[in-house]
């Protein structure tokens, strides 16, 4: 059991490096690389994230664009009388044009939003990867474990009948062979459980990786190999460039500061321009140009006179714009005390591991093969 507690301490590491370093510090195994490649492609999430990603940024060039023109038409139903001739029906056309910036700045959101959703893609690729890594961690533990409970029974199997000769010679009462045969049933039911625990890890797995449900994992398992770690300040540092969530809050906060941006331009007017042309019937005159068309350009503006609103409009703009600078800080910093809290635990588990393995196995192992020994001599 020794043995199976210093595994489980290396899968605490494992998955404490895995959740907040991104792996940094171990070379993975070639069955765990191909697990994670397979769910980049193929997990449902990831591919959810990245189409929402997609469509945002194809949303850039709509906001950016002109509002459509508007196309009129008019017929005199009383023809209205013109020194030239009646007016009989007259065709018009309008665009809609915004203050020069706005259109820029409507992209400029558009497209900070689409960044923020890219690296929210990216923070659920992390997300899957890290829990696919723990998955594996525990099935290499299950599987571990249940090769160490088949080496327990085994060993069991051979005290019980070592026990039972001893019974059958009188050199020993049957309440050792009833209670080795106990112990036995208890391991067997165990042996049971993790095999059934086990199965529910390769469901998860194979959700994750959007698998048949009913498939089996058969991959062999290989525990990552450690490494040397850098200094816990470089590693902050690597987090806050590799991170995708505080990319996100950082592109978040850009949106904030175009949306701000694109609010002080509403006290700015929009314009609009159009034509129409009048058709007139010939008159009754004999001048030269009687019957003849006219046409008209127009300019329109609107007054943005209700500072009131444009006022409060701003002022929300300002107060998100200040929540999405304490939203960054926030995940700085949780992202920072969470990495600190795995190097410290990190050094800890190391510690653990040298004094499993120069002092609690060994002696473990010897004063097993002692106490077995002196059973079956019956010393």
């Known amino acids: 059991m020794s043995k199976l507690k210093l595994i489980k301490v290396f899968l605490i590491i494992s998955c404490a490096i895995g959740m907040n370093f991104f792996s940094i510090g171990f070379v993975q195994a070639e069955e765990l690389r191909k697990l994670l490649e397979e769910a980049k492609d193929n997990n449902l999430q990831i591919m959810q994230a990245y189409h929402a990603w997609q469509s945002a940024l194809k949303k850039v060039e709509v906001v950016g664009a002109l509002d459509d023109p508007m196309v009129t038409y008019g017929y005199f139903g009383e023809e209205v009388q013109t020194r030239v001739g009646p007016q009989e029906q007259k065709f018009g056309i309008f665009q809609s044009l915004p203050f020069p910036g706005k259109r820029k700045v409507k992209k400029d959101i558009q497209r900070s939003h689409a960044a923020m959703l890219e690296e929210q893609y990216n923070e659920i690729i992390l997300s899957v990867e890290r829990r696919i890594r723990e998955i594996y961690f525990d ?42 045969q106990v112990e036995l049933s208890n391991l067997i039911k165990k042996i049971y459980l993790l095999k059934q625990q086990q199965r529910q890890y390769v469901l998860r797995l194979n959700q994750l990786t959007n698998r048949p449900s009913g498939q089996d994992f058969n991959g062999p398992l290989d525990l990552p190999q450690a490494t040397d770690l850098e200094p816990v300040d470089n590693l902050i540092e690597k987090s806050k460039v590799r991170r995708g969530s505080l990319r996100a809050a950082e592109q978040f906060l850009q949106q904030k500061r175009h949306e701000m941006t694109l609010a002080k331009k ?85 510690n653990v591991i040298v004094l499993y393995e120069t002092a609690l196995i060994p002696q473990a192992q010897q004063a097993f093969e002692s106490s077995q020994s002196a059973f079956e001599t019956g010393a």
């Open 266 to 350: 509403d006290y700015f007017p929009d314009f609009k321009i159009g034509a129409e042309y009048i058709d007139i019937k010939g008159g009754t005159t004999s001048a030269a140009d009687d019957g003849q068309d006219a046409w008209m350009t127009t300019f329109s503006v609107n007054v943005p006179i209700w500072f009131g609103k444009l006022k409060h409009q701003l002022k929300e703009k300002e107060e998100a714009l200040i929540a999405a600078q304490l939203m960054k800080k926030n995940a700085e910093s949780s992202l920072e005390q969470s990495i600190r809290d795995a190097y410290f635990q990190m050094n800890t588990y190391k």
């Open 139 to 180: 099935l290499f533990s299950m599987d571990q474990s249940i090769r160490i409970h088949e080496e327990e029974k085994a060993l069991l199997e051979k005290l019980e009948d070592v026990a039972q000769r001893r019974y059958e010679s009188n050199l020993a009462p049957q309440q050792v062979v009833i209670k080795i």
